[in-house]
């Protein structure tokens, strides 16, 4: 049933052989790209893997080296206007693509809106939008000081992140503490209720989280999540074994510190090592950046755009409108109308073989959207066709020997048509429902296709 | 690829019709049993399915009923002698069937003899070895007195142990807390590192478990195990996930209650739920007694001999020398005459559809004896032949629908000659190594067959 597969053969017989030559396997598919009538895709694709082909490959074989290499550690947690470089001022962090106020979705805006009146910027939430739309209150995207958020993905500078480094590569990246399921401002909920956790959260969490790592010290975050890949997790939709391993190794200093509430509020969020993990994975796409590479280090939304980036053209963005949830189950009540398009920086997991990448090790995962076990292994095979690699780390017993695709190829994107598959939460759009439902969220191709051909032209 | 097995059939088709009439599932397999040429066995099969089969059938499907219904939660932790009822006096507790001091195995004579010291019975090891040859210090059968300890399974008054509870069934066990790797009195080590390890248990562990418990209220064991067997545990040889989904659930006690020396001490312990889960099966097993049922509610040995107990004949020992552990594979610079015979009453496990019957559950497990995933499945589903049912609440995504084997059938183990297996650790025989190895405990079939005999007998 399990199959070894680094790439899928379309057509072209130069395309497997030079695959082949570089020791991966190629399989031949009854299938026709879509660029079948299309001559300049054609045109596109002999050029990436015919005359660029093999510097590409020699790039993403770097590139791959340096992902998998990663070894990130949470080393700190501190307010994000202390942590993070260039986040001065009255400036609010969101995620997704860069965009400009009148164009932000109306969950992200909430989220943005809540975290003024969390900074006191702002009387109340009309002079926070006032202020926001003026510009007097600067937006950036998060990714492009290294910060990374689920959902909304709102930062102001007085939140507290986890400080996530790896110390190799000499690269930094930040994530706010996750604020569990309810009325929380990463699902687009600004109200009192919703602020008040977040004032829980840097009053009283943070500074608690940040004196346990000192006690701690670093801690690995891919070695807790290669074991939570055998305990049931994707580490995206699912990741509650491993945030066990987190608590097991925080308790007892934990013990040392007390914080009965903190404990007691923080163990009842099961999604609590999203944002770290989340961090950690934009730690290890930033150390792999290296110029040539068609490997696809980001996949960021913000609920109007999407946006992705390449390890050979790294800070440039190539995007197209933010898609809706597809597949998406829906809470009694709610009607697909309802629904806020896919948003949130949590797409980095998939760039480094976790997540939708994985999800063969998450059967729960799978059984969500109706399926068993063996369609969790053919979702993760499916991902497979378009990854330039098996991971050495993140291994997943379902697989087999291999372990999980890592390495996202635009390439192999374009060339079949086959777009990363991203499970995400389901926001409102018109109110502060919170999330709404689960779905799978189908990226456009267009991006890939464009940065494909930039990144062609530029070499 | 995978198939609900209830029972395999075996030559005479009224066997299989008896049970299709209870609604489980039968196939015939191309197999003869060893009863072939034993008039005796297939006379006593002949009555076990046919004259008295309907009677059976019914006492096991109240057996089952009670097994799969019983909600053992976690009430207390308390020292043995005051949380037992019937421990009093110079006295300890023992795994496995009743035993005389001069049958008792080398390793559980250490352990024995330390738990001595700890008490202060004994101003020397040999002073206190002559008390217990002498008969001054009781020696009691630790599931006597609903007790169950892994390996040697020494328990003293002064240990500090789990209470274990079902209030629907009104039946209550205990065990020890688990004292982790190394050199320790369950492993057969009674040295002074090992007394240390027992007197911090005594001392500050247990009286502060004991806090931690009145601050969660009683803890659902079979809940957490599982959501365990979602995680990559089969809760015998592994119950790492569920550990931790403990940890989760004690982490806001801990930290009211401070005790960072004995948090770092117990979350080193990867199979500290052990235990506790044991005691959850032992009162399963003890609501499970059925009058004229034939299912195995007791696997228990220590070291010398290994014993059974049936639903329908409760409280009545069968008994056989205790078997070597086979496959095993043994710590550098070790050999099998090192070993020690099979111990320990952690096989009670595996009479309520945990441990070998879950491994599908834990390709880790599996891995540990070379095989894969689908090895795991498959010794699963070899143990699914001599089970009666599959188990509504422990389920595994790779068995598909069906849960876990649950409910062993002395008539089919019989029938087929297949005995349970029993994943366990290996100690060492002549002297205090500890655990050198770990491998699988195939029990003899004697005592599945003088059971049944007996069963059938008082029909």
Redesign the interface.
């Known amino acids: 049933?399990l199959e070894r597969v680094a790439a899928v053969n379309v057509g072209l017989s130069s395309f497997a052989d030079a695959l082949r030559v570089q020791g991966a396997d190629a399989i031949d598919v009854d299938w026709r790209p879509p660029s079948g009538g299309d001559p300049e895709t054609v045109a596109l694709l002999e050029r990436a893997w015919g005359a660029h082909g093999e510097r590409i490959d020699a790039a993403n074989a770097a590139a791959l080296t340096a992902l998998e290499g990663a070894r990130p550690h949470v080393v700190a947690v501190a307010p994000a206007g202390e942590a993070i470089p260039g986040f001065a001022g009255e400036m609010l962090l969101h995620s997704g693509p860069p965009i400009a106020w009148e164009r932000v979705c109306e969950p992200q805006r909430r989220a943005l809106v809540a975290a003024c009146l969390l900074e006191g910027w702002a009387a109340d939430r009309d002079e926070a939008a006032r202020r926001l739309a003026a510009g007097e209150i600067a937006l950036r995207s998060g990714n492009e000081l290294g910060h990374v958020g689920p959902m909304c993905g709102a930062c102001s500078p007085s939140m507290p992140v986890w400080v996530v480094e790896d110390p190799a590569a000499g690269v930094r990246a930040y994530s706010t503490i996750n604020e569990g399921p309810g009325r929380t401002l990463w699902f687009g909920v600004g109200d009192d209720e919703a602020l008040a956790r977040a004032r829980f959260l840097r009053d009283r969490a943070g500074p608690l989280l940040a004196r346990l790592l000192v006690r701690t010290g670093p801690i690995d975050v891919f070695d807790l999540a290669a074991q939570g890949l055998?305990?049931?997790d994707e580490l995206h939709m699912r990741s509650?074994?491993t945030?066990?391993?987190l608590?097991?190794?925080?308790?007892?200093?934990?013990?040392?510190?007390?914080?009965?509430d903190?404990?007691?509020a923080l163990?009842a969020n099961h999604l609590f090592f999203l944002n770290i993990v989340m961090a950690a994975a934009k730690c290890a796409s930033l150390a792999a950046d290296a110029p040539g590479s068609s490997l696809v280090t980001l996949i960021a939304r913000n609920g109007t755009d999407m946006g992705i980036q390449l390890a050979g053209l790294p800070g440039r963005w190539f995007t197209a409108p933010a898609a809706p949830v597809q597949d998406a189950l829906l809470r009694e009540g709610f009607a697909p109308a309802d629904a806020a398009l896919d948003i949130g920086d949590s797409a980095v997991l998939e760039c480094i073989g976790l997540g939708g990448m994985a999800v063969a090790a998450a059967?729960?995962v799978a059984?969500f959207f109706g399926g068993?076990?063996a369609d969790a292994v053919a979702r993760s095979q499916l991902m497979g066709e378009i990854c330039a690699a098996r991971s050495q780390r993140f291994t997943v017993?379902?697989l087999?020997p291999g372990g999980s695709p890592v390495g996202i190829d635009a390439r192999l994107v374009v060339e079949l048509g086959v777009a990363p598959q991203i499970t995400t939460g389901v926001l409102h759009e018109a109110r502060d429902a919170g999330q709404i439902g689960a779905g799978i969220a189908h990226q456009p191709l267009a991006p890939f296709r464009a940065a494909l051909a930039e990144l062609v032209d530029a070499l």
Chains 1, 2 share one sequence.
């Open positions: 049933m055998h305990m049931g509650q074994a945030t066990n391993l608590w097991r190794r925080l308790l007892p200093a934990f013990a040392a510190e007390g914080g009965e903190v404990a007691a163990t059967p729960a059984a068993g076990a017993p379902a087999g």
